[in-house]
Protein backbone atom coordinates (compact mmCIF):
# COMPACT_ATOMS: atom_id res chain seq x y z
CA UNK A 1 0.00 0.00 0.00
CA UNK A 2 1.46 3.51 -0.63
CA UNK A 3 2.55 5.44 1.75
CA UNK A 4 1.19 9.13 2.41
CA UNK A 5 3.67 11.14 3.75
CA UNK A 6 4.52 15.10 3.74
CA UNK A 7 7.73 16.96 3.36
CA UNK A 8 6.85 19.78 6.37
CA UNK A 9 6.14 17.09 9.18
CA UNK A 10 8.41 16.13 11.65
CA UNK A 11 6.79 12.25 12.16
CA UNK A 12 6.88 11.77 8.14
CA UNK A 13 10.54 12.89 8.22
CA UNK A 14 11.47 9.93 10.57
CA UNK A 15 9.33 7.63 8.39
CA UNK A 16 11.77 8.73 5.75
CA UNK A 17 14.79 8.11 7.57
CA UNK A 18 15.48 12.02 7.12
CA UNK A 19 15.54 12.41 10.81
CA UNK A 20 16.73 9.70 13.19
CA UNK A 21 14.71 7.73 15.74
CA UNK A 22 15.14 5.18 18.04
CA UNK A 23 12.99 2.84 16.12
CA UNK A 24 11.48 -0.03 18.20
CA UNK A 25 9.40 -2.00 14.78
CA UNK A 26 7.53 -0.92 12.20
CA UNK A 27 5.00 -2.60 9.87
CA UNK A 28 3.80 -1.90 6.08
CA UNK A 29 1.42 1.00 7.27
CA UNK A 30 2.36 1.80 10.87
CA UNK A 31 6.12 2.70 12.19
CA UNK A 32 7.04 3.13 15.97
CA UNK A 33 10.22 4.65 17.90
CA UNK A 34 10.68 5.94 21.95
CA UNK A 35 9.63 9.32 22.62
CA UNK A 36 12.40 11.52 22.76
CA UNK A 37 10.72 12.81 26.31
CA UNK A 38 9.49 10.11 27.44
CA UNK A 39 6.88 10.07 31.01
CA UNK A 40 8.24 6.27 31.46
CA UNK A 41 11.05 3.99 30.39
CA UNK A 42 9.76 2.55 27.13
CA UNK A 43 7.24 5.83 26.43
CA UNK A 44 6.79 4.55 22.58
CA UNK A 45 5.11 6.38 19.63
CA UNK A 46 3.61 4.33 17.34
CA UNK A 47 2.33 6.39 14.01
CA UNK A 48 0.94 5.31 10.74
CA UNK A 49 2.74 5.63 7.86
CA UNK A 50 0.05 7.73 6.45
CA UNK A 51 0.26 12.09 7.13
CA UNK A 52 -3.13 12.81 9.04
CA UNK A 53 -3.10 15.24 11.83
CA UNK A 54 -6.34 13.39 13.63
CA UNK A 55 -8.16 10.49 14.06
CA UNK A 56 -10.71 11.17 11.84
CA UNK A 57 -8.87 11.93 9.26
CA UNK A 58 -6.60 8.31 9.44
CA UNK A 59 -8.04 5.96 6.50
CA UNK A 60 -9.22 2.67 8.32
CA UNK A 61 -7.03 0.13 6.83
CA UNK A 62 -3.92 2.03 8.90
CA UNK A 63 -6.17 2.32 11.83
CA UNK A 64 -6.84 -1.29 11.45
CA UNK A 65 -3.12 -2.17 11.86
CA UNK A 66 -2.21 0.05 14.53
CA UNK A 67 -3.94 -1.29 17.33
CA UNK A 68 -2.54 -4.66 17.05
CA UNK A 69 1.23 -2.85 17.07
CA UNK A 70 0.50 -1.11 20.39
CA UNK A 71 -0.78 -4.59 21.63
CA UNK A 72 2.32 -6.24 20.76
CA UNK A 73 4.67 -3.16 22.44
CA UNK A 74 2.31 -3.32 25.37
CA UNK A 75 2.97 -6.63 25.70
CA UNK A 76 7.26 -6.67 25.12
CA UNK A 77 6.82 -3.84 27.99
CA UNK A 78 6.39 -6.47 30.23
CA UNK A 79 5.00 -4.12 32.69
CA UNK A 80 0.90 -5.25 32.88
CA UNK A 81 -0.03 -1.20 34.12
CA UNK A 82 0.34 1.20 31.03
CA UNK A 83 -1.93 4.26 29.39
CA UNK A 84 -3.02 4.57 25.62
CA UNK A 85 -2.92 8.24 24.92
CA UNK A 86 -3.78 9.60 21.97
CA UNK A 87 -4.34 13.54 21.60
CA UNK A 88 -6.50 15.65 18.62
CA UNK A 89 -6.00 19.27 18.68
CA UNK A 90 -4.04 22.04 20.22
CA UNK A 91 -7.12 22.28 22.58
CA UNK A 92 -6.34 18.45 23.71
CA UNK A 93 -2.59 18.59 24.29
CA UNK A 94 -1.74 17.94 20.38
CA UNK A 95 1.95 19.47 19.68
CA UNK A 96 2.61 16.98 16.71
CA UNK A 97 0.23 17.29 13.88
CA UNK A 98 0.52 13.67 12.76
CA UNK A 99 -1.21 10.90 14.58
CA UNK A 100 0.40 9.33 17.16
CA UNK A 101 -0.88 6.67 20.03
CA UNK A 102 1.18 7.10 23.14
CA UNK A 103 2.42 3.90 24.87
CA UNK A 104 3.24 4.76 28.09
CA UNK A 105 4.09 2.53 30.72
CA UNK A 106 3.45 2.51 34.49
CA UNK A 107 5.76 0.44 36.27
CA UNK A 108 4.64 2.86 39.62
CA UNK A 109 2.17 5.28 40.68
CA UNK A 110 4.59 8.17 40.47
CA UNK A 111 5.57 7.21 36.66
CA UNK A 112 3.83 7.72 33.32
CA UNK A 113 0.50 9.59 33.30
CA UNK A 114 -0.44 11.25 36.11
CA UNK A 115 -3.90 12.19 36.11
CA UNK A 116 -4.29 15.53 38.46
CA UNK A 117 -6.91 15.29 41.68
CA UNK A 118 -8.94 17.92 40.47
CA UNK A 119 -9.74 16.21 37.03
CA UNK A 120 -10.94 12.96 39.04
CA UNK A 121 -12.75 15.52 41.44
CA UNK A 122 -14.67 17.08 37.74
CA UNK A 123 -16.20 13.27 37.24
CA UNK A 124 -19.74 13.56 38.88
CA UNK A 125 -22.33 11.35 37.78
CA UNK A 126 -24.84 13.77 35.91
CA UNK A 127 -28.84 13.58 35.55
CA UNK A 128 -30.48 9.98 33.68
CA UNK A 129 -32.36 12.46 31.97
CA UNK A 130 -29.23 14.72 30.37
CA UNK A 131 -27.42 11.58 29.65
CA UNK A 132 -30.34 10.29 27.58
CA UNK A 133 -30.67 13.84 25.55
CA UNK A 134 -26.88 13.16 24.65
CA UNK A 135 -27.74 9.76 23.76
CA UNK A 136 -30.32 10.79 21.29
CA UNK A 137 -28.06 13.80 19.65
CA UNK A 138 -24.96 11.39 19.44
CA UNK A 139 -27.05 8.57 17.82
CA UNK A 140 -28.81 11.40 15.27
CA UNK A 141 -25.03 12.07 14.38
CA UNK A 142 -24.22 8.78 14.07
CA UNK A 143 -27.44 7.68 11.75
CA UNK A 144 -25.61 10.33 9.28
CA UNK A 145 -21.91 9.06 8.75
P1 LIG B 1 1.59 15.19 21.55
O1 LIG B 1 1.78 16.24 22.60
O2 LIG B 1 0.48 14.20 21.88
O3 LIG B 1 1.44 15.77 20.17
O4 LIG B 1 2.92 14.32 21.57
C1 LIG B 1 4.03 14.61 20.81
C2 LIG B 1 5.16 13.79 21.36
O5 LIG B 1 6.19 13.73 20.39
C3 LIG B 1 5.79 14.36 22.63
O6 LIG B 1 5.68 13.41 23.69
C4 LIG B 1 7.25 14.61 22.24
O7 LIG B 1 8.15 14.30 23.27
C5 LIG B 1 7.42 13.68 21.06
N1 LIG B 1 8.42 14.06 20.08
C6 LIG B 1 8.54 15.27 19.45
N2 LIG B 1 9.56 15.23 18.57
C7 LIG B 1 10.09 13.99 18.63
C8 LIG B 1 11.17 13.34 17.97
N3 LIG B 1 11.93 13.95 17.06
N4 LIG B 1 11.44 12.03 18.29
C9 LIG B 1 10.68 11.40 19.22
N5 LIG B 1 9.66 11.95 19.88
C10 LIG B 1 9.35 13.24 19.59
ZN1 LIG C 1 3.32 13.48 8.94
Known amino acids: MASHLIDSCIFCKIIK ?10 TDLSYAFLDISPLAEGHT ?13 VPDQYL ?14 GHANYNLL ?5 KAFQHV ?9 KP ?7 FREEDVARKVER ?19
Open 64 to 77: VDILPLAKKIALST
Open 45 to 57: LIIPKYHSERLDE
Open 86 to 90: QNNGK
Open 127 to 145: PKDELAKTLEKMKEALSKL
Open 97 to 105: PHFHLHLIP
Open 17 to 26: GEIPCFKVVE
Open 108 to 114: NLEDGMI
